[in-house]
């Protein structure tokens, strides 16, 4: 069987900023059978996260996350179709998901690294497993209680930056959860602003690339800042810390904008602003989502009630929006785009009649389970292989099927208060990949 891949072509340098030329798609032979123990799955979602920035460099700078090889294919979080399956645990038609996904259109897989996703949890929408029911969404829930310090009813103000990103737009909706009184975003466009104001109940937004970011805190900030959810780092950051009050807390979750710099992680502040840190006794500490494997399971059913109850809002973004990561990886735009940018796009055969007939059956089954809309959806997808997240990371240990919310009857959804505790990191901690530099 043919396929197509992304393969890594060459590597932008430790200061480079990444280009589609770094990348390459080729085809590629899928062998006819599997082995026992292995899958053949169909790829429908894969994620672009801003860590993969260091994967791309000769040394990423950690033990446990392995550089991409040249002319090797690409991996990361992804979500995809079972098709053939010889490991006990999976059957053809099962939703898959693994942090170790190869970018192509198809794969055969060890079971091993595989775990059931369950569609209900995200209402059909299988790409949430990679963003807001996933590793972004749990980097946003868990990195607001272990490092936030909210207390509901004592009127904190919230400043998130990357907020028009996947964990940043999570991570205000969660504050206001939370208990919050006020959350300000920080994003780079006054199209984001407007999106994060009128759609994702933010009280007020910053153009960081238009705007004076301090003299607008300080204005939307009136009582100053107690919580910093920082995501970018750098100047914006900076600014926003002088804008902290005394026994504040800084949610040190990302740096993006210091990712294509050769400095180490979490880069240094300023003297003066960390001066400001010890003044007015503000905690910085590192937080990392993957140190906190033991709360996945009841974060992401946290996730998924709250997104179920339209409490917590997923941006819905078209492919051609596609705004994640772009700047770090903006070689995956001409993959994610399809033919529209002169790039061939790995799409899954079409002609082949025994593939027509098998995604037939699948779209049968997504109409089945959740109506017409989402089969639409699915069958645009099929011409797509990226996708935006988004992100995270993923799902749920329901490989074996023991727990109710994993259903073997998708089409009846679990009621909510079947939803059983899972592990979604089970298979990144069997492959022995941690946190990196980015996280
Ligand atoms: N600690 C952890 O365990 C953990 C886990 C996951 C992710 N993260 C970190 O969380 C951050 C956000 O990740 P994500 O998954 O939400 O990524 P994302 O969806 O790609 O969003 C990133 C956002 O960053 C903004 N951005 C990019 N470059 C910037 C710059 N130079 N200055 C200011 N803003 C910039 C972009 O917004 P604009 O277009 O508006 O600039 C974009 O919306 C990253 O730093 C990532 O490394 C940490």
């Known amino acids: 069987m043919i396929i197509q891949r992304v393969v890594l072509n060459s590597r932008p340098g430790k200061n480079g900023t990444p280009a589609a030329e770094n990348f390459r798609v080729e085809e590629a032979t899928l062998p006819d059978q599997i ?4 899958v053949r799955v169909r790829t429908l979602y894969l994620s672009v996260d801003p860590y993969m920035r260091c994967r791309l460099n000769e040394e990423t700078g950690v033990d446990y996350l392995k550089p991409w090889q040249l002319s090797q294919v690409t991996d990361g979080g992804g979500v995809g179709i079972v098709e053939e399956s010889k490991y006990a645990h999976l059957s053809e038609g099962d939703f898959v998901t693994s942090f170790s996904w190869p970018w192509q259109t198809r794969a055969i897989l ?3 690294i595989l775990e059931k996703v369950t569609p209900q949890l995200v209402d059909g929408h299988l790409s949430y497993f990679l963003g807001a029911i996933g590793m972004p969404g749990l ?3 868990l990195g607001i209680k272990e490092k936030g310090h909210v207390t509901a009813g004592s ?8 907020a028009a990103g996947c964990c940043g737009s ?3 909706q969660i504050a206001r959860l939370e208990g919050c009184s006020r959350v300000v975003g920080i994003c780079g466009t006054d199209e984001k602003r407007s999106v994060l104001v009128s759609e994702l109940g933010f009280d007020a937004a910053v153009n960081y690339r238009t705007e004076d970011v301090e003299g607008q805190l300080r204005d939307l900030c009136p009582a100053g800042v107690d919580v910093y959810f920082d995501n970018v780092g750098g100047s914006v950051s900076d600014a926003v810390i002088r804008q902290m009050n005394e026994n504040g807390h800084v949610v040190l979750c990302g740096q993006i904008s210091q990712y294509n ?5 979490p880069p240094q502040l300023p003297p003066a602003v960390e001066a400001i840190l010890k003044e007015r006794n503000i905690t910085r500490e590192r937080f990392t989502v993957l140190n906190y494997r033991d709360k996945f399971d009841s974060g992401i059913l946290q996730l998924s009630r709250w997104f179920r109850e ?3 809002k997923v941006g819905l973004r078209r492919e051609a929006d596609l705004p994640r990561s772009s700047r770090l990886l903006p070689g995956l735009l001409p993959v994610a785009l399809g033919a529209d940018t002169g790039v061939r796009s790995p799409r899954p055969l079409t002609r082949n009649p025994a593939c ?5 059956r699948h779209r049968n089954l997504l109409r089945n389970r959740f109506g017409p809309t989402l089969s639409n959806g699915s069958c645009r997808l099929r011409r797509v292989f990226l996708l935006f997240v988004v992100s995270v990371k993923r799902s749920l240990g329901a490989r074996h099927c023991s727990k109710p919310w994993a259903s073997p009857h998708p089409e009846r959804p679990p009621p909510s208060h079947e939803l059983l505790p899972f592990v979604p990191f089970r298979s990144v901690a069997k492959k022995n990949v941690a946190s990196h530099s980015f996280f």
């Open 110 to 112: 060890d079971g091993e």
């Open 155 to 162: 009127n904190q103000t919230m400043v998130v930056s990357g």
């Open 261 to 265: 710099r050769d400095v180490p992680y």
């Open 139 to 141: 980097t946003s829930l």
């Open 35 to 38: 082995s026992e123990g292995q």
């Open 356 to 360: 027509t007939e098998t995604r037939r």
């Open 170 to 172: 999570l991570a205000g």
């Open 310 to 312: 339209g409490k917590l």
